[in-house]
T-cell receptor
């Protein structure tokens, strides 16, 4: 089956710890994205990558980091510098960086206490 | 900054009725629009898209209308079913960004 997987579905961390969220796709898409969704809110773009070994900051990149060492994988690290890390995190991919549908993973709900 | 938004946060309709969900956008340079459906605790799912050179596109039970004059986008769902209950987002692409800009969403509630 082709698609995007995110793991784990639920993640709990103590404040001050870094945590890495996994995102893998087997759709052979070049572009990948990370969004954050807060309750009752739309999606906000954290980081995106159009090609391996390259990525750009989105609207709310502060406190987050990413890597794109493989086409299939785009992990997101939520660092201790992120002041309000508790949220629902969504990963997406698309055929190119523009003008194509983005396919979303099932999301990871991160709770930091 | 430019943004995409929705007129109503919640829409309640009777099962079997048609639903219309609206979206206003402000970036006149946007050339591609998508409607997504998001069920609780899940990622958004693509419903239908439309490019700026079109004003209407139909899918299965859904129709998207684009009015570029007033920068308005709507999603029509025919014969609404209980499974249509979800939050619906419009998203736009264009104007220099390399990601979609999403509206806040409309929660569609289906009354039996």
């Amino acid at each position: 089956d082709g698609g995007i997987t995110q793991s784990p579905k639920y993640l709990f961390r103590k404040e001050g710890q870094n945590v890495t969220l996994s995102c893998e796709q087997n759709l052979n898409h070049d572009a990948m994205y990370w969004y954050r969704q807060d309750p009752g809110q739309g999606l906000r773009l954290i980081y995106y990558s159009q090609i391996v070994n390259d990525f750009q900051k989105g609207d709310i990149a502060e406190g987050y980091s990413v890597s794109r060492e493989k086409k299939e994988s785009f992990p997101l690290t939520v660092t201790s510098a992120q002041k309000n890390p508790t949220a629902f995190y969504l990963c997406a991919s698309s055929m190119t960086g523009q003008s194509y549908e983005q396919y979303f993973g099932p999301g990871t709900r991160l709770t930091v206490t | 900054g430019e943004s995409v938004g929705l007129h109503l946060p919640t829409l309640s309709v009777q099962e079997g009725d048609n639903s219309i969900i609206n979206c206003a956008y402000s970036n006149s340079a946007s050339d591609y629009f998508i409607w997504y459906k998001q069920e609780s605790g899940k990622g958004p799912q693509f419903i239908i898209d439309i490019r700026s050179n079109m004003d209407k596109r139909q899918g299965q039970r859904v129709t998207v209308l684009l009015n570029k004059t007033v920068k308005h986008l709507s999603l029509q769902i025919a014969a609404t079913q209980p499974g249509d209950s979800a939050v619906y987002f419009c998203a736009e692409l264009g104007g220099g960004a390399d990601g979609l800009t999403f509206g806040k969403g409309t929660h569609l509630i289906i009354q039996p």
